[in-house]
């Protein structure tokens, strides 16, 4: 007892949870960097269409405000605005959303379960391959991780030892309302409130009486925030379908919906991402020895309003993933918290073996540090390996932007292009490119090419769709891309064409 009592009066025993929360904290931010800076530098087109609606909102047209994602796409408008169009602004929203995400997982884990918990859940949550996707991509996919997360958060505050704080009521109501510009968001906040509803304890807070002035403001900032949303359905009927199925599945039927989600979460070889072109699987098979051993300590567990909150969100997710399956991330969040409740489990059980004994605990450390050491090490090892090497992930990447940028920024060989030549597709990406960077360079489409007057000193840049390129004019250069699964051409470099 002497012992114990001197250990937990050490000074790193009493800094022991800031201590990890700091180095969480470091690891998440450099494994950002590295995922945005390491991988293949590409971006893909689902990337140029985001860049493209989140530059389109303007003060000016109020009906550019009517998307879906206002949220996401406003705050990457901001971004494009700030420094331009390049692959950092692109995904730099998705990059500052991972990281709130991640800190509120851990502080859910930390209200739900235990601090030990929290950290190493955190830990396997912030390297899993999933997530570093996520984070780095500059589309919308990462709100269906960041939207729950921060609901839950506002829940736990505005309820805290059974009394109802209504100042927080308001911003609660707020991201409710916010959340429901995401596609399929729906479903989790169905899924939130009915299981919430089903618990006394829940039923018995809200019946609290929430203060007028508070219910009134809070009425009123969801009807305000809702305003664009309703009046974009009500105008066109596309957005409401994009909010309550995925668009980019629209082509497949029932089955083969079914088929491709079952493939992405049950191919443990992952020889299917050639052919598909998506993560799998999905999950590593230690995190799902984790959810499976979670699911049994949900079950023991069955009467608090944690289990029926988290066994109602991972029923819907599950259903909503399976009939979504170009939206796996919709189930990362619960299936996280689940795998947190079996590390929960497993170090509850080898404590219960020895509640006196401090050697006994301290020998747990060390294969626990190796098994959750392990899982982190191989799933951020994984993601590297599978977005720098797997054909089949990238080649839905474009390394086109980052070619442009670099031939531009580049003083040999004197090239300083005038001009550069697109398809028509091409032109809204490349002008937002030229305009948001400053650039002295004119875009051309195939109709306008024979206008350029050309001479010595003139240089067409011309992209490999464009017509210039589909000619049979000679280039003076020719740029390729590094990546090896499209043809490496990727631009060309023109002088005195012929009229």
């Known amino acids: 007892m002497i012992e114990r009592s001197l250990i937990k009066k050490s000074i790193l025993y009493r800094l022991r949870f800031w201590i990890g929360y700091g180095l969480l904290v470091l690891a998440l931010s450099l494994l950002l960097i590295l995922a945005v800076t390491q991988t293949s530098g590409g971006i893909s087109s689902s990337e140029q269409t985001s860049a493209l609606k989140s530059a389109s909102i303007t003060v000016k047209n109020v009906s550019s405000f009517m998307i879906i994602d206002l949220p996401y796409h406003m705050l990457q408008k901001i971004s494009i605005s700030l420094f331009g169009l390049n692959p950092i602004s692109i995904k730099l929203p998705s990059v500052i959303i991972a990281f709130i995400t991640s800190i509120g997982l851990v502080l859910v884990l930390r209200h739900w379960l235990q601090p030990r918990t929290s950290v190493i859940t955190g830990a396997i949550a912030i390297t899993s391959t999933p997530f570093i996707f996520l984070a780095q991509q500059g589309t919308p996919a990462i709100m269906l991780a960041f939207w729950p997360i921060i609901i839950m958060l506002l829940v736990i505050s505005s309820v805290e ?38 618990h006394p304890y829940t039923r018995l807070v809200i019946r609290r009486k929430i203060p007028n002035p508070i219910l009134i403001s809070s009425i009123g900032l969801t009807i305000l925030s809702l305003v664009p949303l309703v009046y974009s359905i009500i105008k066109s009927p596309m957005p409401a379908k994009g909010l309550l199925f995925s668009q980019a599945d629209s082509g497949l039927g029932v089955i083969d919906r079914l088929i491709k989600s079952f493939t992405q979460f049950a191919d443990i070889s992952g020889h299917t991402i050639v052919k598909t072109g998506n993560l799998a699987p999905y999950f590593t098979l230690v995190v799902v020895a984790l959810m499976c051993i979670g699911l049994f300590y949900l079950y023991k567990k069955r009467h608090t309003i944690q289990s029926y909150i988290l066994f109602s969100w ?20 619960p299936s996280m918290i689940l795998a947190g409740m079996g590390i929960a489990m497993i170090l509850n059980e080898w404590y219960r073996l020895f509640p006196q004994n401090p050697y006994a605990r301290a020998f747990a450390l060390g294969p626990i540090a190796v098994l959750i050491g392990g899982i982190m090490i191989t799933d951020a090892t994984r993601y590297f390996y599978l977005y720098n090497y797997n054909s089949g992930l990238i080649q839905a990447n474009s390394e086109d932007l980052h070619l442009m940028h670099s031939t531009l920024r580049s003083k040999s060989n004197n090239i300083t292009p005038s001009f550069i030549a697109v398809s ?59 990546l090896d699964t499209k043809p490496s051409d990727r631009f060309y470099i023109y002088k005195n064409i012929a009229k």
């Open 161 to 198: 030892k059974g009394k109802l704080r209504t100042l927080i009521f308001p911003t609660l109501t707020l991201s409710i309302a916010l959340s429901l510009y995401t596609p399929l968001m729906i479903y989790i906040i169905i899924a939130l409130v009915l299981s919430s509803l089903a």
């Open 314 to 333: 991972l029923a819907i997710s599950i259903i909503v993933a399976a009939f979504n399956p170009s939206h796996p991330e919709v189930v990362f969040i």
């Open 424 to 482: 028509n597709d091409e032109l809204p990406f490349y002008k937002l490119y030229i305009d948001t960077n400053k650039i002295n360079l004119q875009v051309t489409t195939e109709g306008n090419i024979d206008k350029i007057s050309t001479s010595d000193k003139t240089r067409i840049l011309a992209t490999k769709s464009s017509a210039l390129a589909k000619s049979k004019t000679i280039p003076e250069s020719v740029i390729a891309s590094r």
